[in-house]
């Protein structure tokens, strides 16, 4: 069973810095991609980042050159570099893994982590 347990939220002033993790569990970590995803009050949850099992990365344009997302495989951990923080990236900050089982994609979440950044 797929288990993805987020850390490292808290509140910080804007300017600041904060480090997600989010360890993985149930599934083959190594094979996979990963992603960090957000949603904040009364928007659409997004995509902020994915690492590629091969290690190759991308990010939403909002957070480029800010954040940077990692990954250890021997731990079975993915993680989330935030620097620069404004208050606009104020948001529930989910871990997240998309597979395609059979004919089904299939996305699992963590229960997510609040991250607040203060003006």
């Known amino acids: 069973q797929v288990q993805l347990v987020e850390s490292g939220g808290g509140l910080v002033q804007a300017g600041g810095s904060l480090r997600l993790s989010c360890a993985a569990s149930?599934?083959?970590?190594?094979?996979?991609?990963m992603h960090w995803y957000r949603q904040a009050p009364g928007k659409q949850r997004e995509l902020v980042a994915s690492i590629a099992w091969s290690g190759s990365t991308t990010y939403a344009e909002s957070v480029k050159g800010r954040f940077t997302i990692s990954r250890d495989n021997a731990k079975k951990m993915v993680y989330l570099e935030m620097n620069s923080l404004k208050p606009e990236d104020t948001a529930v900050y989910y871990c997240s893994l998309r597979r395609t089982i059979g004919t089904e994609l299939r996305t699992d979440w963590g229960q997510g982590t609040q991250v607040t950044v203060s003006s």
């Open positions: 149930g599934f083959t970590f190594s094979s996979y991609g």
